[in-house]
C-alpha cells in the first residue's frame, strides 16, 4: 500500500507541472525575488546562492493570485522568466514556464512511478498444481490419481545417525 502511494506521489509530482504546459493558460506575472541564505561553495559561482522567487498574476477571472519557488543564482541576481501558466478552473495551480516545461526527470518521475503501481498491484503468480484436489465432508483431501504413498523419503529423514539403510534386492 506505502509503495503504491509513493508510485502514485511520483506519477502526480511528474505529470502536474507538465499537464500545465499543455491545458493550462499563461499570462505575465510580475516578479520579486530575494536571497535565501548564505553562499553554498558545492555549486559553481553561477549558482551558489538560493533565491526565493514571489509572482503575481491576474487570472481570466479578474482576480490575482501567487505563487512562489525557489531558484539557484549567484551573488546579485537571479534570471526569472516572466511567464506563468495556471489552470483556468483553479488558478491557485500555477508555475513559472522553466518549471513547466517538459523535461526528462518528469518522464522518469512518470516511469518509475507507473512501475511502482503496476509491479506492486501486480496479482500474484499462481502455481499449477500437478493434482486436482477435492475436499471430502470430513475435511481430508481425496487426490484422485494417488493410490499409494510413498514414505520411502520419510524413513531417510527418521533414521538414527550411524544407521545404514539397507535396500531390499
Do not use: C
Not at 31 to 52: C, K, L
Not at 84 to 104: D, G, I, K, M, T
Amino acid at each position: 500500500m506505502v509503495i503504491s502511494l509513493v508510485g502514485l506521489s511520483m506519477l502526480l509530482l511528474g505529470l502536474g507541472n507538465s499537464l500545465l504546459f499543455f491545458v493550462g493558460n499563461t499570462t505575465a506575472a510580475h516578479i520579486e525575488t530575494r536571497r535565501f541564505g548564505g553562499s553554498t561553495d558545492q555549486y559553481p559561482a553561477s549558482g551558489r546562492y538560493e533565491w526565493v522567487v514571489n509572482y503575481s498574476f491576474v487570472a481570466e477571472d479578474g482576480k490575482t493570485y501567487e505563487g512562489n519557488t525557489r531558484r539557484r543564482g549567484h551573488d546579485l541576481g537571479v534570471s526569472v522568466e516572466r511567464t506563468v501558466y495556471y489552470l483556468p478552473q483553479a488558478p491557485v495551480f500555477s508555475a513559472l514556464e522553466r518549471e513547466v516545461r517538459p523535461n526528462p526527470g518528469q518522464l522518469v518521475l512518470v516511469v518509475l512511478g507507473l512501475f511502482l503501481i503496476v509491479v506492486v498491484n501486480k496479482p500474484p503468480k499462481r502455481v499449477p498444481t500437478k493434482f486436482k484436489t477435492v475436499s471430502r465432508a470430513d475435511g481430508s483431501l481425496d487426490v484422485p490419481g494417488l493410490q499409494d504413498y510413498d514414505d520411502s523419503v520419510e524413513e531417510v529423514f527418521l533414521e538414527e545417525p550411524g544407521e545404514r539403510r539397507r535396500e531390499d534386492g
